[in-house]
């Protein structure tokens, strides 16, 4: 493990995917340090091809260069249905965490959900199952490369999450399997999101995403070293650079790890900030994030190892009422904005 001059470690996994016993438990240990003390690391050494990365950078790109008219073809016409196209300040990060007056995050966005369940398994064909599991959205008549780029990119991050939640069991000495039942049948969404140019400064208080924590197990991200970039809140109050490793991956712990560790491991506060004044034009830069989100219905609660150390803080929940209760802020953010606008005209 190294630190690169980050507060952010960076962590070789190779030698939990090749190495033998010692080798995976000295990587999980690394892990689990990152996890207790920022909740953020840098992944090298994940196995993940560098084609299947770069064909699906690419094809991202082909959506957003597409005409605003071209895009919006995409967006569910049911606001219920959280796929496809989402315009540039529809969305609002900050207002998951009760922040009402903050503003829209500047970036557009394209929302894909898992695709590839068993219908013939029951799990996947009850009432909550059919609120969760809509078709996607693809842009296959303007963008036809972007699927199949985007569904061996999905396979590719369902394996690395994985091997991540092992490492996460193995430095919570629990067994190396014991989070396979909790994400077997995840109901992870994947978002690629562009921040495009800054021509203008925005005004003020307006950023790229706002500060906020993930919902999940946890995220896996691919960016870019662009102006305007993502930070991270240290314990003490301050806004940290996430360094951008060429290869990586930007792993973050989300809020279910945090209840599951009662504390112990912190999903932490980020943000995506707005490239420095003068440095606008050429700053687009674009992101493939990974949510990992366990099954509908797993459990979370103090995991036997943390609950010897300290008395459980949180009650008893599953993924989807967690996920539901964030989801439910932004939505009351977004009454309570349109209540102010109709006021003030």
């Known amino acids: 493990m190294k630190f690169d001059g980050s507060v952010v470690p960076i962590i070789d996994l190779a030698p939990a995917r090749t190495g033998d016993e010692a080798a995976k438990q000295a990587v999980a240990e690394q892990v689990g340090a990152a996890a207790r003390s920022i909740g953020f690391l840098v992944v090298s050494g994940h196995g993940v091809p560098a084609e299947i990365i770069e064909r699906a950078e690419a094809e991202g790109r082909k959506l957003f260069d597409l005409t605003k008219s071209e895009k919006v073809k995409y967006r569910s016409p049911d606001k219920a249905v959280y796929r496809g196209y989402f315009a540039v300040e529809s969305g609002n990060l900050a207002s998951t965490i009760g922040e009402k007056e903050a503003k829209p995050d500047h970036r557009e966005y394209f929302n894909i959900g898992r695709f590839d369940i068993d219908e013939g398994d029951p799990y996947f064909s009850t009432p909550t199952a059919n609120r969760l599991f809509h078709p996607n959205i693809w842009p296959d008549a303007d963008v036809p490369g972007f699927k199949p780029a985007f569904v061996d990119y999905y396979h590719e991050m369902e394996k690395l999450a994985s091997l991540l939640m092992e490492l996460c069991a193995r430095a919570l000495h629990l067994s190396p399997d014991w989070f396979a039942d909790k994400i077997d049948k995840h109901i992870t969404n994947m978002v690629v999101s562009n921040y495009p140019d800054q021509p203008e400064e925005l005004e003020s208080g307006k950023l790229r995403a706002g500060a906020h924590t993930d919902y999940g197990g946890l995220t896996i991200l691919k960016t870019e070293d662009k102006p305007g970039g993502l930070e ?114």
Not at 252 to 263: S, V
Not at 309 to 316: E, F, L, Q, R
Request: with cysteine; net charge neutral; glycine share 6%.
């Open 232 to 345: 991270v809140k240290t314990s003490d109050g301050r806004w940290e650079p996430v360094p951008i490793v060429p290869g990586a991956f930007i792993i973050n712990l989300g809020d279910l790890m945090a209840q599951w560790t009662n504390d112990e491991w912190v999903s932490t506060m980020h943000r995506v900030v707005n490239p420095p004044k003068g440095q606008g034009v050429g700053s687009r830069r674009q992101s493939l994030v990974f949510f990992h989100q366990p099954n509908y219905d797993a459990i979370v609660e103090c995991i036997p190892t943390c609950a010897e150390k300290s008395a459980p803080k949180y009650g008893k929940t599953t993924s989807l009422e967690h996920l539901e209760m964030k989801m439910n802020q932004m939505n009351d953010t977004a009454k309570f904005k349109e209540t102010k606008e109709t006021e003030a005209a």
